[in-house]
């Protein structure tokens, strides 16, 4: 795991180009180059591996030199908590930041389902955007995640639930009667990936590529508030599925519930939606729409948002609201969310209501949020005490 020797840089997160860089600090031969990268990439992101030793590809003296300056560690698991419904969520460790600290925290969610299974990630530790409906944003940005981070995420889960040739899950109770047991992957964890683009392109990259941890692109979502500006260029750099959180249909209540509208309106927002590369009625943006009673769940809400979506490929998911302690707002009444649903549906837009998940472990949508903000807190005040 990350943490358990400090001193060694993993290699996980690590692309192609970096590894051969590897290797020639190491003295392979150039001509080797493309071959040493292969086999490791391949025992790294294809099978798993955990130590350089497992790699019986390589030499001896070449994993020796290789433990001798890097690691394979993922993040370390802190807690894993279980939901009655089968949602595992992770707590995890990562790297300190500086010699004698805590790496800071952050949420990782598995949710299974009966034949596929859904990981969903973290792309900061806090947030910057303070959505006044999620209390991932009630805790203030700490950092960007690096791709190692974020890749380590999936490798953690990978590990956890034994999805690895000639693995077993530790507790295979609620994973999904299919060959692969994580098929897709959302960037719907903490913070906004817009505004952490280059890691987490580069950790899609690798997420996506064929002959390592092998998620098609239709497979790998992000979500993002609305960074209008980063919107085109993810979809020419990266080429993902797209959901936008937008969560009300007119500015004023935006400005409130996602207070990024100010800086870019639903209109600006819209527009960029409309130009995203390789949109089709194969390739749809997702709407996410959190139901907030009294708030935006009325029935000239939903004639307002497909009058919004108008020519736009996309499907609209409604989120009953999941609380967290002190929560300004109640989850919108079953039935009115129905009732906004039909009104979407009968303009010829899916609308599926998503079923929520991990709610007894709060693993739930928009409901994440580390113990990292407490434990720097503690580390200034045990610092401040030492004379």
């Keep these: 795991m990350i943490g358990r020797d400090q001193n060694s840089q993993t290699l996980i997160g690590f692309d192609r180009a970096q590894l051969a860089d590897v290797f020639a600090t190491l003295g392979v031969p150039e001509r080797a180059h493309g071959m040493r990268v292969s086999q ?23 994993r020796a030199a290789l433990a001798e300056r890097y690691s394979l560690a993922r993040p370390e698991i802190v807690t894993e908590q279980v939901s009655a419904d089968g949602t595992r969520k992770w707590l995890l460790r990562l790297a300190p930041d500086r010699p004698g600290t805590q790496g800071p925290l952050v949420e990782t969610v598995y ?3 009966e034949t596929r299974g859904t990981l969903c990630i973290s792309s900061q530790v806090g947030c910057t955007l303070t959505c006044k409906f999620c209390h ?13 981070e974020i890749v380590g995420q999936i490798m953690v889960a990978r590990d956890r639930i034994g999805e690895w040739p000639e693995a077993e899950a530790d507790d295979s109770t609620g994973l999904p009667d299919a060959e692969r047991k994580i ?4 960037l719907m964890g903490m913070g906004e990936p817009l505004y952490n683009f280059d890691n987490v392109r580069d950790a899609m990259g690798i997420a996506a590529a064929s002959d390592g941890l092998g998620y098609s692109k239709r497979r790998i979502t992000l979500s993002t508030s609305g960074v209008v500006p980063e919107i085109p260029r993810w979809g020419q750099e990266a080429n993902t599925m797209l959901a936008i959180s937008l969560h009300a249909v007119r500015d004023d209540l935006r400005d409130e519930l996602v207070p990024i509208n100010r800086k870019w309106p639903i209109a600006e927002l819209l527009d960029a939606c409309r130009a995203y590369p390789s949109l089709s009625n194969a390739k749809r943006i997702t709407f996410e729409y959190v139901m907030l009673k009294g708030v935006n769940d009325s029935n000239a809400d939903a004639r307002e948002l497909v009058r919004l979506l108008a020519g736009i ?12 302690p002190g929560a300004p707002y109640e989850c919108s009444d079953w039935e009115q969310i129905e009732g906004f ?3 979407v549906n009968r303009a010829g837009y899916a609308s599926p209501v998503r079923s929520p998940r991990g709610r007894d472990i709060m693993a739930a949508c928009g409901q994440l949020k580390s113990a990292s903000i407490k434990e720097r807190a503690s580390a200034r005040r045990l610092e401040a005490a030492v004379p």
């Design 40 to 62: 490791i990439w391949n025992w790294v992101y294809a099978r798993g591996a955990q130590e350089f030793d497992q790699i019986t590809v390589l030499s001896k003296d070449l």
């Design 111 to 113: 949710i299974p389902e």
């Design 136 to 148: 991932t944003g009630t805790q203030k940005l700490v950092r960007n995640l690096r791709p190692a």
């Design 183 to 186: 098929t897709n992957i959302v």
């Design 313 to 324: 490929p996309a499907k609209i998911n409604l989120i009953p609201f999941n609380p967290w």
């Design 341 to 343: 649903a039909e009104i």
